[in-house]
């Protein structure tokens, strides 16, 4: 990202000098922080506030990623509680689906210190606009699936099977890289391959991604460089945000939330191409 470079390369430069942060971009990063952590719940992609915003106040590229990702655990946790209702009667498809989650956000999360930055630039934007197609399309998917189904006596497995599976610990390993539009792969892999409503779905991402950002954090811990302050207020923000974005969520028709989550995915492709 040439800007992402650019702005790393200024925040070094800031960061030297013995600048500290003002109280106006501390005001903006909890800002950023509340409104990541309302749109992660609802759809995901909450991190293209916070990422842009924790850049411009002069933070290097990596140090911004890894302090974003230890701020928005508090917005993931508290979102998932807010959708506490959804998850009742999935706690085995959860924990199938826990394992390979955590072991992609540590795969992802390892990637993010030891690849060159141009390495995955390419390849999130069109993994993005992927799910995206996906989301559009699930109404018909789902309905030949099960018309399929129908026709040759066939249930659906209630874990989605080996296929989605491997689908959603490949989107854990970018998601531990970069949680942008991690829960809209995740919704569009479900909503394929799962014989469930949408908020139920949303439900699992919600928990799934917790999960990611936890392991990932974890990881980042003991190995990358961040900011505390940075991360104290995201992770502040994005713990009010969570329950905010839960209540409104669950209160949207399926077709709605289809809707914001291909809009909000567009913004991020339209976002990352750009960078």
């Known amino acids: ?61 990596v140090t911004a990623a ?37 072991l992609g956000g540590l795969t992802g999360a390892t990637l993010l ?6 390495a995955f630039e390419k390849i999130v934007p069109a993994l993005v606009a992927l799910a995206l197609v996906l989301v559009i399309l699930q109404p018909l998917i789902s309905k030949s699936v099960r018309r399929r189904r129908e026709r040759t006596s066939g249930a659906a497995r209630p874990d989605g099977g080996p296929l989605l599976l491997t689908g959603l610990t490949l989107a854990s390993v970018y998601g531990g890289y970069f949680p942008a539009a991690q829960g809209i792969i995740y919704l569009s892999l479900m909503g394929v391959l799962l014989d469930e409503t949408l908020q139920r779905l949303n439900a699992v991402k919600n928990v799934l991604v917790a999960l990611v950002n936890t392991a990932a954090a974890l990881f980042f811990l003991f190995s990358a460089d961040f900011d505390w302050t940075t991360v104290l207020l995201v992770a502040v923000g994005s713990a009010l945000g ?10 949207l028709s399926p077709a709605v939330l289809r809707i914001l989550i291909v809009a909000v995915g567009t913004f991020a492709i339209v976002q990352l191409l750009r960078q």
């Open 1 to 61: 990202m040439a800007l992402a470079r650019h702005l790393a390369g200024h925040g070094r430069r800031f960061r030297e000098g013995g600048d500290s942060v003002t109280p106006w971009e501390m005001l903006a990063v909890f800002a950023a922080g509340a409104g990541a952590g309302a749109v992660n719940t609802v759809v995901g992609s909450g991190s293209l506030i916070t990422f842009p915003v924790l850049l411009a106040t002069g933070m290097p590229a």
């Open 66 to 102: 890894v302090s974003n990702a230890l701020g928005v655990i508090p917005g993931s946790i508290s979102g998932a509680i807010g959708y506490r209702a959804e998850l009742s009667g999935q706690s085995r498809r959860i924990l199938k689906m826990s394992a390979g989650a955590l």
């Open 113 to 118: 210190l030891v690849l060159p930055t141009t």
């Open 242 to 251: 969570g329950p905010i974005g839960a209540k409104a969520g669950r209160r």
